[in-house]
């Protein structure tokens, strides 16, 4: 058995103990479930939305596992996975090396700390899953941050006016922009990053409508798979016959309980994990220009 074969399986036995031992998963109304009644319920579902801390390696290796349980060669339904660290249009090749394809595809090794989220392209490339690209490419990201809506092309353009964000959601987005900028964000900023925020979402709901097959899994940021103003928001619109799931990973901690009740609503499920060991993110932060700011790895 080759060691691209053998990770899932190792992933598979590991989680299988951590999940009793360390993390619990949570509905969206505070029931606990267990690891085989929500991969029962995902298995259910068109479009499967799983975020992430980006620097919790638990939460790649947690949704690691998942995909390989819901693409077990037995399962009436091999999932697509789309990818926010990959630009929308490009799909890795599984014939090439996979560093190789993964810069083609606009996967940044620095910007996305490799190799953090080896073990998702490893489990999906061990299954033989389609792997594609669904975000805006930085230049696109950029020109939106900086030029607003003229940037933006006609198709998300419509996306978006088609999903309004109510105005509760819209006031949490632009608090969450402003937590992941350190509380340093200007006010005259905020509209554009706003729709640079949701213009990422437009181009990833847009992949996932557009894979040939289903179920189709979403792996990104915690923001973008939110239900009241990310990707889920925009597939509720887009697509209210088809059953969307979506979970938000998150870390344990002496305010959890606080953050789930402020969580309320943004999820169908969430995920708790142990936290990262981290420095404060915050320390000694500076506002980057818009031209850099958005280059780089998404706060949410």
């Avoid at 085989?36 to 799983?50: M, P, T």
């Avoid at 090749?93 to 083609?104: G, I, R, S, T």
Wanted: with cysteine; aromatic share 4%.
């Amino acid at each position: 058995m080759t060691p691209m074969k053998i990770l899932p399986l190792l992933l598979t036995l590991l989680f299988a103990h951590q999940l009793t031992h360390a993390e619990s998963i949570r509905s969206d109304a505070g029931r606990t479930l267990t690891r085989s009644e929500i991969q029962v319920e995902l298995a259910k579902a068109d479009f499967i939305l799983l975020g992430e801390h980006h620097d919790n390696p638990q939460h790649h290796i947690q949704r690691a596992e998942l995909i390989s349980a819901l693409a077990t060669p037995n399962a009436p339904r091999q999932p697509t996975i789309v990818m926010e660290y990959l630009q929308r249009g490009h799909r890795v090749d599984p014939a090439l090396p996979l560093l190789e394809e993964m810069e083609q595809a606009g996967f940044s090794l620095t910007g996305w700390n490799w190799p953090l989220h080896e073990p998702l392209f490893a489990a999906a490339r061990a299954a033989g899953l389609p792997i594609l690209g669904g975000n805006l490419s930085r230049a696109d990201a950029r020109r939106v941050a900086m030029q607003g809506e003229s940037a933006l092309d006609a198709a998300l353009a419509a996306q978006l006016q088609r999903a309004p964000l109510t105005t509760i959601a819209q006031q949490q987005l632009d608090e969450d922009l402003n937590s992941g900028h350190c509380g340093h964000l200007p006010p005259s900023r905020l509209p554009n990053m706003r729709l640079a925020q949701r213009a990422r979402d437009a181009a990833l709901a847009s992949t996932l409508l557009a894979a040939e097959t289903a179920p189709v899994i979403l792996l990104a940021g915690n923001g973008h798979v939110r239900r009241d103003y990310g990707v889920a928001r925009l597939l509720l619109e887009s697509a209210p016959q088809r059953r969307i799931i979506s979970i938000g990973f998150y870390e344990s901690g002496p305010a959890l309980e606080q953050r789930l009740v402020e969580l309320r609503g943004a999820y169908d499920y969430i995920w708790i994990t142990p936290p990262a060991e981290r420095e404060d993110p915050c320390a000694g932060f500076s506002l980057a220009p818009i031209s850099s700011a958005v280059s780089s790895r998404p706060a949410l």
